[in-house]
């Protein structure tokens, strides 16, 4: 009998990796989506056809390569202008096109972590940070990436109208404001190219479509996380996308 490869896995250890895991592959599905060989590749490469061992080794790959933003020490839902200020002077570093944090007025402000250039699906698992999805910023989408286990367990409590503030390395901001809010269901919730159910619309859609539709389009912010249902953290996703506000 095929042992299968998880089984020695503590439930809560798995649920973690099967969630990292649909988040990698829905970052890099576009490379992907018409290639199985190649899809197959990325599983071995990912290290998911493989032991824990390397499965916490992919995770933590490159993290040392990260030179991250001090954590913010001031919580969301600043009462004046002052504390704004002593935030957005924490994420300064001189690079005006660097993303540096994201500041949701009442829910929270967090610094954000570059992807390494040699690894296209990290995803910090340090709790009070964002990761900046890289290949979205390719098609002019700023992306932010979060495990719903540690700050994107906050996701679910920005809601449509609210303003997002994005924030560069020159300390410039950039206003958006939401006015999209998905959540899909994934089919097989542990299969990585699993198809996902709108759960507005009850449309079945494949991974590729909901990339297209979350990551394309022109200059919008899509915050990224996983749905959890019963205690299954990786049940569906969640996508909140904000739109330039017009002044």
Request: overall charge neutral.
């Amino acid at each position: 009998m095929k042992t299968n490869q998880f089984s020695f896995l503590a439930p809560s250890r798995y649920i973690r990796i099967a969630c990292s895991f649909f988040l990698i592959f829905l970052t890099v599905q576009p490379f992907f989506s018409n290639n199985s060989a190649r899809r197959q590749s990325l599983v071995l490469r990912t290290g998911i056809a493989g032991s824990s061992n390397s499965i916490d080794s992919y995770l933590k790959r490159s993290v040392h390569q990260i030179k991250k933003p001090e954590p913010a020490n001031i919580a969301g839902g600043f009462e004046n202008n002052e504390p704004h200020q002593i935030f957005i002077q924490s994420l300064i570093n001189g690079q005006g096109s660097e993303v540096r944090g994201v500041y949701v007025p009442g829910v929270f402000a967090l610094p954000v972590v570059q992807q390494p250039e040699t690894n296209p699906v990290y995803v910090s698992e340090e709790d009070g940070y964002l990761t900046l999805y890289r290949s979205a910023a390719n098609n002019g989408v700023t992306g932010l990436l979060a495990h719903n286990y540690l700050s994107g367990a906050q996701f679910s409590e920005i809601e449509p109208g609210v303003e997002v503030n994005v924030i560069y390395g020159d300390g410039a901001s950039r206003p958006y404001r939401v006015d999209k809010i998905h959540r899909f269901q994934k089919v097989e919730p542990t299969n990585l190219s699993s198809d996902l159910i709108d759960l507005n619309t009850g449309t079945r859609m494949t991974a590729a479509q909901v990339f297209d539709q979350v990551y394309r389009g022109g200059d919008h912010v899509t915050f990224q996380t996983c749905l959890e249902e019963e205690g299954n953290l990786s049940w569906g996703l969640l996508f909140i996308i904000a739109s330039p506000r017009i002044k």
